[in-house]
C-alpha cells in the first residue's frame, strides 16, 4: 500500500463516518424543532397525546446521543490504529470494531457483510492500521457485488479472515499488502492472512 493509498483509505474511513454524525445532528435538531412546535400547540390537542409525542421526540434524540457516541467511540480507536507500529490483536474483535466504521458504505451499495463469532479468539502480533487497511482493500471488492448481496465473514487460525459470497467474486492475483497481510482471491472468497515470517 503506498502513501497516497494509505491516505485515500484513511479518508474514506473518516469522510463516511463524519457522513453518518451530521446525520445524528440532522435527526437532533429536527427532532428538537418539532418538540418545539408540540409544545407550542396550547390547547389545540389532547394533553396525553402532546406528552406522548413529547416522550418520543425525548427518546428518539437519546437514540441518536448514544449512536453518536459509539461512532466517535469508533473513530477514535481507528484514529489510535496506527499509535504501535506492531501489537496483539484479536482479530474478530477488531474486524467487528471496523464494520462498524463502513456500515454506511455498505448500505449505499446495499451489500449485508455478516461476521462470524467464535467463542476461540485469534490472536496476530500486527499493526492494527495495516490489518484494518487489508480488511478494506477486500471489502472495497465486496462492494463491487451486486445489491442486495450477503457476504459472510469468518476467522480461521491460518490466521485468515475470509470473506464468502459462493459464485460472487472475479479469480484475485494474490496480493501483497503493507503489514505482511497478503490479499487473495476465487469465486468463492476474498482472504486476507497475516505472515509473520514475511
Known amino acids: 500500500m503506498s502513501n497516497f ?12 463516518v463524519t457522513h453518518e454524525l451530521r446525520n445524528v445532528l440532522a435527526v437532533i435538531r429536527e427532532t428538537s424543532g418539532l418538540m418545539q412546535d408540540i409544545m407550542a400547540l396550547q390547547g389545540q390537542e389532547k394533553e396525553t397525546d402532546k406528552e406522548e409525542r413529547i416522550q418520543n421526540g425525548f427518546k428518539a434524540i437519546s437514540d441518536q446521543v448514544q449512536r453518536g457516541s459509539q461512532l466517535i467511540d469508533h473513530l477514535n480507536s481507528f484514529a489510535h490504529s496506527s499509535d504501535h507500529p506492531e501489537e496483539s490483536i484479536d482479530i474478530q474483535e477488531a474486524a467487528v ?9 455498505c448500505r449505499l451499495r446495499r451489500i449485508t457483510l455478516a461476521p462470524e463469532t467464535k467463542e476461540k479468539i485469534i490472536h496476530i502480533r500486527a499493526s492494527k492500521f495495516y490489518f484494518y487497511a487489508a480488511l478494506f482493500q477486500a471489502l472495497e471488492l465486496c462492494l463491487n457485488l451486486p445489491e442486495d448481496s450477503l457476504i459472510s465473514v469468518s476467522f480461521t487460525e491460518g490466521p485468515e479472515v475470509c470473506f464468502h459470497g459462493s459464485g460472487l467474486f472475479s479469480e484475485l492475483n494474490p496480493r501483497k499488502l503493507s503489514g505482511n497481510f497478503h490479499l487473495t482471491g476465487d469465486a468463492s472468497s476474498i482472504r ?4 509473520s515470517d514475511s
Open 5 to 16: 493509498e494509505e491516505i485515500r483509505f484513511a479518508g474514506k474511513i473518516t469522510a463516511s
Open 192 to 195: 486476507i492472512k497475516h505472515n
Open 97 to 105: 470494531d471496523f464494520f462498524k466504521l463502513t456500515e454506511r458504505l
